[in-house]
């Protein structure tokens, strides 16, 4: 079927149409549930339908991914690897078109949609490594002729629940560790970039089809609640990762722990930049634009409170302003434009919402604080002269609003840092080395990235990503990540023939 509009006939060449089946299950595409309609952000207009799956569709899948699970665990990690490598290669293919989608349906700018599906082919070729690398320790035993080791099992099923700021990126720090691993992996995308999970699902279906492996490896739906909620209660999945609120992930966490699951959460953030008296201004400027700005304030990194010394208050706040004042607001996918829209018309309200309680709680807004006026959801980057003690700053607003507070001394600035309750990113600009390694210490910043001279924002894939508090404690992406994703099993074994026992103890 033919899509409405032709700037949307570029949807054909990555497997969409103007109306899609919603869930890939044991190699077909299928759906029972209600058909919703993606909507581009930028003019609230219709992309195309997409049938949603039902729980009974979710039922059958996990039957076959059961399945399918027992072949590919026993799949050499390093041959899994070879089939995330093409994975990688096949994204490749298709980089523009999949980057080009995410900006439609979600509504970030166009280099950051592109860069998106660039983070998934980076997360294949580490993964590719990882897959020769997924080593045990050999640690020395106490008992003569006895040898103890650690094994490394794959968990059976992986459950992932991503959200729309991410659409596919999170799936790939995900899906690709999970898949070396040996696990199966369960995709339930955003309930509003349901296209991103259609594209990103036939591209990974390819790759097992070509190489005669199970379809079931890879199981994905397009839904509501109703499936998130069948993933955190169905036993047969070890590993759930959740990707959104704090509200929603507690939730999702009391019920996978009352079957004794395991959770990796991936929550709220509240993150705030610290600007010394000693630091390089123009850095760090150029670094909260990107940081307050980029993905319209839509990212768990996203800077939402800036940390000023007093004496450079005034002097970065009158440069902070002169770049706003500068930003480029409008569609996502013409060149040039550095804000697009919110991605609903409900996050738009939100953000009016949020205006009003920052202003009741002795806000003083400095530049924006406004909707736009258009189809879109678009709203003007907002900037908040703010007490740091304001219970509306201990609070997540998913948009563009950054809140300024003047600090005196460092410790004051680690303070307000550590006061709310999300710990996911933080970064400080300074140039004494006497300050970096406090920051980064046991007295300093207790978030789970700790950066310095550089934005909260834009993580690379090679470093374990993820926060403390609020937003979960999960590890994702790179480091040690991937020990989430497996069992651990300590074999001791005798190989002689005698029973010495632990501790020097005599039975008989």
Not at 157 to 166: D, P
Not at 403 to 418: C, D, G, H, P, R
Not at 423 to 445: A, C, H, N, Q
Request: contains cysteine; glycine residues 10%.
């Amino acid at each position: 079927m033919s899509f409405a509009r032709k700037e949307y006939e570029f949807l054909s060449e990555i497997g969409l149409s103007s109306r899609n089946l919603g869930c890939y299950v044991d190699g077909t595409w299928k759906a029972n549930g209600p058909v919703v309609t993606s909507l581009n952000p930028a003019n609230n207009q219709a992309i195309a339908e997409v049938v949603e799956g039902s729980v009974e569709d979710y039922e059958e899948g996990m039957r076959a991914c059961s399945e399918a699970a027992k072949i590919w665990m026993q799949v050499p990690a390093p041959k899994r690897g070879e089939i995330v490598r093409q994975i990688g290669d096949a994204l490749r293919t298709k980089l523009q078109q999949l980057g080009r989608l995410v900006s439609l349906e979600m509504g970030k700018i166009l280099p950051e949609g592109i860069g998106e599906v660039q983070e998934i082919i980076d997360m294949c070729d580490f993964c590719v490594g990882l897959s020769r690398q997924l080593n045990g320790s050999v640690i020395p035993s106490e008992r003569p002729n006895h040898a103890m080791l650690e094994m490394w099992n794959p968990l059976g099923i992986v459950g992932v629940i991503t959200a729309f700021n991410f659409p596919c990126a999170v799936l790939g720090w995900n899906a690709c560790i999970a898949l070396v691993c040996g696990n199966c992996v369960v995709w339930k995308g955003a309930p509003t970039t349901p296209l991103i999970t259609i594209a990103m699902t036939r591209l990974v279906a390819g790759v097992l089809e070509k190489n005669n492996l199970p379809p079931a490896i890879f199981t994905s739906f397009c839904g509501g609640a109703d499936i998130g909620q069948a993933i955190a209660k169905d036993t047969r999945i070890s590993l759930v990762s959740f990707t959104g609120s704090s509200k929603v992930g507690l939730m999702l966490q009391q019920t996978v722990n009352q079957r004794f699951g395991k959770c990796l959460l991936e929550l709220s953030g509240n993150n705030a930049i610290i600007i010394m008296d000693d630091a390089d201004i123009q850095l760090a400027v150029h670094s909260v634009l990107f940081a307050a700005v980029g993905t319209a304030g839509q990212r768990c990194t996203t800077c939402r409170r800036l940390l000023l010394h007093e004496s450079i208050y005034q002097r970065v706040l009158d440069q902070l302003l002169d770049v706003y004042k500068q930003v480029k607001i409008g569609n996502p996918l013409e060149k040039g434009n550095l804000l697009g829209p919110l991605h609903t018309s409900e996050s738009r309200k939100s953000f009016e919402r949020g205006i009003e309680i920052i202003k009741s709680q002795g806000g003083k807004i400095l530049i924006g604080g406004s909707v736009i006026e258009s189809e879109g959801n678009f709203v003007q980057p907002t900037i908040v002269e703010i007490s740091p003690n304001a219970d509306v700053v201990k609070e997540e607003l998913f948009a563009p609003v950054l809140y300024v507070m003047k600090f005196q001394t460092l410790q004051e600035a680690i303070e307000i840092n550590n006061s709310v309750p999300q710990g996911l990113s933080s970064s400080i600009f300074t140039r004494k080395p006497e300050i970096i390694f406090k920051w980064i210490g046991p007295l300093g910043s207790d978030c789970g990235i700790v950066n310095v001279n550089i934005p909260t924002n834009g993580a690379e894939i090679g470093g374990a990503f993820g926060g403390e508090k609020a937003t979960g404690g999960g590890r994702e992406a790179g480091s040690d990540s991937w020990k989430q994703y497996m069992r651990r099993s300590t074999c001791t074994i005798n190989y002689g023939n005698e029973l010495p026992l632990a501790q020097g103890i005599n039975f008989g």
